[in-house]
Nanobody, 126 residues
Framework: EVQLVESGGGLVQTGGSLRLSCALS????????VGWFRQAPGKEREGVAC????????YYGDPVKGRFAVSSDHAKNTVYLRMNDLKPEDTAVYYC???????????????????WGQGTQVTVAS
C-alpha cells in the first residue's frame, strides 16, 4: 500500500522560504502522479504543484507560479516542494498526495487522488 509522510512545515516570516518533503513508500514516481495540495481554514483544498513523470505533466497553481518549485529524488523516493517568497496567504496545511499515473483526470483535481499524507502546517507571519 502506498504511504506518504510529509515533513518540513513550520513558522516563517513573510518573504522567507521553506522546503517540504514527502517520502513515498509502496510505489515509485514511475507509476504514480504526485501532488502537493493545501487547505487554509474556511477554504477549499487547492492544488499547489503536481506532476506526473510517466504522463509528462507538470502543474503549478496560479498563486504560487514563480515562487514554488517541485523536485524529486528517485534514490530517496522523495518529493520536495521548495517555497520561496512566502506570503501570509500561503498559510495552510500542506498535503502530499498520490494516485496511479495515466488516469487522464487533471492532476490538480484533489478528488482524483487516492493516497494522502497526514499534512504539515505552514504558517507565514506578516
Amino acid at each position: 500500500e502506498v504511504q506518504l509522510v510529509e515533513s518540513g512545515g513550520g513558522l516563517v516570516q513573510t518573504g522567507g522560504s521553506l522546503r517540504l518533503s514527502c517520502a513515498l513508500s509502496g510505489g515509485t514516481f514511475d507509476d504514480y502522479t504526485v501532488g502537493w495540495f493545501r487547505q487554509a481554514p474556511g477554504k477549499e483544498r487547492e492544488g499547489v504543484a503536481c506532476f506526473s513523470l510517466p504522463d509528462r505533466v507538470f502543474y503549478y497553481g496560479d498563486p504560487v507560479k514563480g515562487r514554488f518549485a517541485v523536485s524529486s529524488d528517485h534514490a530517496k523516493n522523495t518529493v520536495y516542494l521548495r517555497m520561496n517568497d512566502l506570503k501570509p496567504e500561503d498559510t495552510a496545511v500542506y498535503y502530499c498526495a498520490a494516485r496511479r499515473a495515466g488516469i487522464g483526470t487533471s492532476v490538480s483535481a484533489s478528488s482524483s487522488y487516492d493516497y494522502w499524507g497526514q499534512g504539515t502546517q505552514v504558517t507565514v507571519a506578516s
